[in-house]
């Protein structure tokens, strides 16, 4: 039985492995698999990965080690745990919640597309002869999408509801090792599997420093605070729910190897495939739905590794789903004062309609795909698509701006 905190009766992790699997599972994402190793091969390969495991180590671990430790002193919600610090920090908090809102919004949507593609690969594995026309066509269906999202928001909602120091803790016990074991598996066998797999695994492994450059080392910040999960109150909610003899720092620590474990053997799957087939490396939807499917097809055992590939990515958005609507739930629980199961199921609600602009602006004849807004960045003034907008607008401005506080709130304030 879980204990209970005597801070408002939240209940707390029934072990301090069950925090971790949890932890690690909302850390480990698509982030891991189709931008990691992308950022790896375009960046001197072992040389990034070497940059990037130190800021990791320094950034990282320090980001999960304060947000864990606001949300422990606070026994509630990111934007309570903040004021009650301090009165006038409850923005923090909000800048969080508003990040984390924005994230669910564009990562459920591309969690339906992964549940589809492995629903597929179960079925039949015909992707046609184009995978880049297959993708368009079912993003573009105005249906198709919006089903799978739906059955995936389903899915996250009932079991979460129960609690997440409940269901949500046992299955992590189990989905993350399970995801490991399956990262092993599906490396090896890309590594024998795949034509000059050795040619693409070459880039992975030797350092290259010449490639390596200070946008390099921009890349690699932002792809630690997006796949650790610093600056957007993930650790906040979840160390509101940590036993006061939880050892914070030694924890953050296993949260950093995980993820990073989980990024680097992504790579030994992703790179050997891509390039020992002659493809280009890409990041992003393209990779995933677009060339890894063509890959596999010339595979002789592709289907096969084709589903453990999707299979992977979708137990990745699972248990990393299970966190991101737990944040703006604790925050409608507390708030609107109902109970956690009415707070996930208007939390969902809330999540699938504004999921449903995203899903519908996808593809070439999207619904929606004619709606641009525009987008200020260093390079300029870019016009976007929704979900395209939702997920720089969240990515490069709410989630740097959650770090930049969050340090300076521990600095300064606390």
Not at 71 to 89: D, L, M, T, V
Not at 151 to 167: E, F, P, R
Request: with cysteine.
């Amino acid at each position: 039985m879980a204990e209970q905190t005597k801070a408002q009766g939240r209940s707390s992790f029934a072990s301090r492995f069950g925090f971790i699997m949890v932890a690690a599972g909302a850390a480990i994402g698509l982030g891991n698999v189709w931008r990691f190793p992308y950022q790896a091969y375009e960046n001197g390969g072992a040389a990034f990965i070497l940059v990037y495991i130190i800021i990791v180590a320094i950034i990282g671990k320090a980001g999960i080690e304060m947000e864990a430790a606001i949300g422990r002193n606070g026994k509630c919600n990111a934007i309570r745990a903040y004021g009650k610090i301090n009165k006038n920090s409850r923005f923090i908090g909000g800048i969080g919640i508003l990040f984390t809102f924005m994230l669910d919004m564009y990562y459920v949507v591309v969690g339906g597309s992964v549940l589809w593609y492995a629903v597929n690969y179960l079925i039949s594995g015909d992707f046609g002869t184009d995978t880049a026309v297959y993708y368009d066509q079912s993003i573009s269906n105005p249906i198709i999408p919006l089903i799978c999202t739906a059955d995936l928001m389903a899915i996250i909602g009932v079991i979460l509801s129960a609690g997440i120091t409940k269901w949500v803790e046992r299955i992590s016990k189990i989905m993350m090792p399970c995801l490991f074991v399956l990262l092993v598996i599906s490396g090896i066998l890309a590594l024998f599997t795949s034509p000059n797999a050795m040619e693409g695994l070459k880039y992975y492994i030797v350092p290259n420093f010449s490639d390596f450059t200070f946008t390099s080392f921009s890349n690699a910040c932002v792809q630690c605070m997006f796949s650790i999960g610093i600056g957007w109150t993930l650790y906040v909610t979840l160390g509101s729910r940590m036993s006061e003899d939880q050892n914070i720092k030694k924890d953050a620590i296993w949260i950093c190897v995980l993820d990073t474990l989980a990024a680097v053997l992504a790579g030994f799957v992703v790179i050997p495939s891509v390039v020992g087939a002659g493809s280009v490396m890409q990041a992003g939807p393209s990779l995933v739905f677009v060339a890894m499917p063509q890959i596999f097809a010339g595979m002789a055992i592709g289907r096969f590794l084709g589903f453990l590939f999707f299979a992977i990515l979708i137990l990745a958005v699972i248990s990393s789903m299970f966190t991101f609507i737990e944040i703006p739930a604790a925050v409608v629980e507390e708030h609107l004062r109902v109970s956690h199961k009415k707070a996930v199921i208007i939390t969902s609600l809330a999540v699938f309609v504004f999921a449903i602009l995203c899903c519908w602006s996808q593809g070439s004849a999207g619904i929606l795909s004619g709606v641009e807004l525009p987008f200020v960045s260093m390079s300029g003034v870019a016009t976007l698509s929704i979900i395209d907008w939702v997920d720089s607008f969240s990515s490069y401005i709410l989630m740097p701006l959650g770090n930049i506080c969050v340090a300076l709130f521990v600095w300064r304030v606390w």
